[in-house]
């Protein structure tokens, strides 16, 4: 009777035991906030601001300020048209409710002269148009 009793409580102490350290770690949620500027210093609106661990993005209001969930570790993406995309990893350490990163965005293209496009494939084909006689209109010339 007592090996029996002492088997059942050998056996609850393993299973607690056991279930103790199967205990899901709950996953840290804090904010992450900042301002988004272009080289100049300008504020960057409707950049895109994308988490990948949570699979959420949100876009920087017209002031440049953007926030964001987050978790430790987790990769953030900035995007915008025009601008070179930037990635910022989360520290897995993080210990804090907010953190803050300001971003500033260099430009991805490059700025051209003005371009004139025509209907003529060369200049000496437009001249030839422009100074051909063109039809009259029978109506304009009655």
Known sequence: MTRLLLTTIFLFLILFIVTRGQAVQRERFFQVSGIITDEGNRALSNVGVVSFRLKRGVLSENTG?????????DTI?????????????????FEGRRFNVDIVLSMDTIPIENVVVLPWK????FIKDITSPSPIDPEIEN
Do not use: D, N, R
């Open 77 to 93: 993406l900035f995007k915008a048209l025009g601008f070179k995309k930037q990635i910022v990893i989360i520290p897995s350490s």
């Open 122 to 125: 060369s200049y000496s084909e």
């Open 65 to 73: 300020i953007y926030s964001i969930t987050s978790t430790p570790g």
